[in-house]
């Protein structure tokens, strides 16, 4: 497994990490042991680096729980991150973190669920973080990490003005965006060269297009977790899907099918502001792939030929 530095955190980090999102049951329900079992894997394939967030699962707050259990006794061996914010836009409420209080509050409670004393980073969950918003927030995640409660924190958002703003103290270390082959979009809009000229660790959240680049899905695929059923026949999102799908074509196009996870992940990890792909998994066979591709780069010649696509 390749290891890089976070930006400015320092934090050695294995190139791949694991995105918890999916363990919760949103995206399928899931029992307990094929998550423990999940997760001990992906530690085992050299994984160090666990992504989740206080919103996500059913019921809330479910995939911190079950990452913090799966990982008793290994904390010193890992990095959490934990993302809060989002909770109660997830749950149909309007939490106001109208101070760095309620900021404070919600760490706490991630702590809890996680059951450790630390968090290596803490991010804002607010994509679309307003700036008048924003000095609570930075208030908040100062004096936590005073209180040594976090040792690092930053903001996942897709919005080059949102991070900006964000770190209009200078101390932003880290930022969590959506990159893969499928969403080129951080390549073109800053956000990448932002984060290189500052020295901002970048986590890649979606590396794998919600799936879509395993190449196990096709146009009339029908989807049944919460997630992804806007994708199906006449669902919010059905066009975008077949968009998708028909980027998806290029791709294999340029790259073929095979080994097609361990080249979407690795096409991320070339980037030189050296990203950290957070893929996520459901089993053990999973955790195994995502692992795998963070233990070489994509050949230049490759990695130009997708980067044209």
């Known amino acids: 497994m390749l290891k890089r530095k976070l930006g400015k955190t320092g934090l050695d980090v294995s190139a791949v990490g694991m995105g918890t999102w999916n363990i919760g049951n949103q995206w399928g329900e899931l029992d307990e042991k094929q998550v423990y079992d999940t997760i001990q894997t992906a530690y085992s394939q050299g994984i160090t680096v666990f992504d989740t967030a206080d919103a996500y699962g059913i019921p809330g707050g479910c995939s911190e729980e079950r990452l913090g259990q ?7 061996n890992v990095v959490f991150i934990s993302k809060f914010g989002n909770w109660a836009k997830r749950f149909g409420g309007a939490m106001q973190f109208t101070c760095a209080d309620i900021v404070i509050e919600a760490c706490h409670a991630s702590l809890f669920r996680l059951q450790t004393n630390y968090l290596d980073v803490a991010l804002c969950h607010l994509n679309d ?13 100062d004096e936590l990490k005073r209180r040594g409660l976090i040792r690092h924190y930053g903001i996942s958002t897709d919005d080059l003005n949102v991070l900006k703003e964000f770190n209009r103290r200078g101390s932003c270390e880290v930022v969590e965006l959506d990159y893969s082959l499928i969403n ?20 890649v959240r979606g590396p794998l297009a919600q799936g879509i680049l395993s190449g196990h899905y096709t146009r009339e695929t029908h989807f049944t977790d919460t997630i992804r059923t806007p994708f199906n026949e006449g669902g919010s999102a059905r066009e975008v899907y077949l968009q998708k799908m028909d980027r998806l074509d290029r791709i294999i196009a340029a790259a073929g099918r095979e080994n097609l996870i361990e ?47």
């Open 70 to 76: 799966a990982l008793k006794g290994m904390r010193e």
């Open 129 to 141: 973080l307003k700036p008048e918003e924003t000095e609570p927030w930075l208030d908040g995640l």
């Open 184 to 203: 080129k979009t951080p390549e073109t809009n800053g956000m990448l060269d932002y984060c290189l000229n500052n020295n901002i660790g970048v986590l």
């Open 263 to 309: 080249t979407s992940l690795r096409y991320i990890l070339n980037h030189p502001c050296q990203p950290v792909v957070i893929p996520g998994a459901k089993s053990p066979k999973q955790a195994i792939a995502n692992a795998a591709a963070g233990s070489a780069l994509l050949e230049d010649e490759l990695y130009a030929k997708l980067k044209a696509c």
